[in-house]
Nanobody, 122 residues
């Protein structure tokens, strides 16, 4: 099994930046892709960004393109740099990992962190 722990969430003003981190432990050798999802109050959890084992071929949701950047190291960390934050980015952000070569939907990921709260004030 893989365990994931997110950190870096918090309160920020609109236009500001945050960097989320995700630390994986356990059977990390089995991880092919890592991703970030988010869930706002009263809404479904949605895809934000994902990246493969090698760090190449990142995918982004349209609403974060140009503002968020996903990255990972070759060991056990993934990151989400969030710039130009907007109030509508307020949500709990979840890190996820998967063993599939496909990594753009929730079904492609089989391990999840507990989430970290991001609040953007206007």
């Amino acid at each position: 099994q893989v365990q994931l722990v997110e950190s870096g969430g918090g309160l920020v003003q609109a236009g500001g930046s945050l960097r989320l981190s995700c630390a994986a432990s356990g059977r990390t050798f089995s991880i092919y892709a890592m991703g970030w999802f988010r869930q706002a109050p009263g809404k479904e959890r949605e895809f934000v960004a994902s990246i493969s084992r090698t760090g190449g071929s990142p995918y982004y949701a349209d609403f974060v393109k140009g503002r968020f950047t996903i990255s990972r190291d070759y060991v056990n960390m993934a990151y989400l740099q969030m710039n130009t934050l907007k109030p509508e980015d307020t949500a709990v952000y979840y890190c996820a990992s998967g063993r599939s070569v496909y990594y753009t939907t929730q079904a492609d990921f089989d391990s999840w962190g507990q989430g970290t709260q991001v609040t953007v004030s206007s």
